[in-house]
């Protein structure tokens, strides 16, 4: 996306940010400041790069874009669907995500299922095979079945790329909903065990409740690595009128022409996933200081 040409100009100029920030503003040893400068530079280098090139208008092999604009910004937000496809898409894959992550820890955790672990394993299996090949695979499953009234193939229609995102992302739900059930007391569902609740209301009244910050966490940690999975979606998108953001970018840019609306929406992803990741993390922050002052 930004070239070697384009990201070694942050390169060069590290030493002289550190030395500056060192001396001038920190008033302490260069070295201590000088490697976080380093590492911060060289992480944030590529969204840097990715920034310039979407309000750059022409930018070849000088340092900086020739001129800037608004225009690419405004030409995905006129012009596509790209943005509200992947807000539906993510939403209900993660909205899944944690039902089945509640289902499968309640099991797995509360109960003396047979096999059951078999069941979690299967669960975090996602991790292990490629989204490429698991995109393959939908394809392959479900290209061979119609729609009824359509007569289009099943894999061609939207809901698949959902159901992929789904198993794409259920592990991250799955281990979300674990650590919230692990931290319940068993003795709350004993006690209402003993006053003849039933397992639903159990897990209506008390157990769901409780998890609720977990569920939460899990729910937009999902939702937001969903939002640039490509490996998966990018073997299930039949037209680009389903197509999610994650896929736009990589059409985008295929050409020259469509570097900056690509930018663009790199951009919206890359805002998008750390609005995400801030948000889980304040809520595993707070719900572990109210854990603390309960103790205390």
């Not at 530079?41 to 930018?59: Q, R």
């Not at 797995?108 to 490429?132: C, H, N, Q």
Request: net charge positive.
């Amino acid at each position: 996306i930004i070239g070697s040409n384009r990201a070694g100009i942050f390169l060069h100029l590290m030493p002289i940010f550190s030395t500056i920030l060192a001396i001038l503003i920190f008033k302490e040893k260069f070295m201590a400041y000088g490697v976080i400068i380093f590492v911060l530079l060289i992480v944030l280098a590529p969204h840097i790069g990715l920034a310039l090139l979407s309000f750059g208008t022409i930018w070849s092999f000088s340092y900086f874009p020739d001129a800037y604009t608004l225009n690419h910004y405004k030409e995905i937000f006129e012009t596509s669907n790209f943005i509200k496809n992947t807000f539906l898409y993510c939403s209900i894959a993660a909205f899944i995500d944690v039902l089945l992550g509640v289902l499968i820890s309640y099991i797995v955790i509360r109960t003396s299922i047979k096999w059951r672990e078999f069941l979690d394993y299967t669960a975090m299996a996602a991790l292990a095979i490629p989204g490429l090949a698991l995109g393959i695979g939908y394809l392959r499953t479900f290209y061979q079945f119609n729609l009824p009234f359509t007569n289009q193939p099943l894999a061609s229609w939207w809901f698949i790329i959902v159901i992929a995102l789904t198993i794409r992302r259920l592990p991250y739900a799955l281990r979300a909903c674990n650590a919230a059930l692990t931290q319940i007391s068993v003795y709350l569902e004993e006690s209402a065990e003993v006053l003849s609740a039933t397992r639903y209301v159990i897990l209506k009244k008390i157990v769901v409740p409780l998890m609720l910050a977990g569920i939460l966490a899990g729910f937009i940690t999902s939702f937001a690595t969903a939002t640039v999975e490509l490996s998966a979606t990018i073997m299930l998108v039949s037209n680009d009128i389903d197509a999610p953001l994650s896929y736009a970018i990589y059409a985008y840019m295929q050409t020259a022409a469509g570097r900056g609306p690509g930018a663009a929406l790199g951009v919206i992803a890359v805002v998008i996933v750390g609005i995400g990741t801030y948000v889980s993390q304040r809520i595993i922050e707070r719900k572990q200081n109210e854990k603390l002052i309960n103790l205390n």
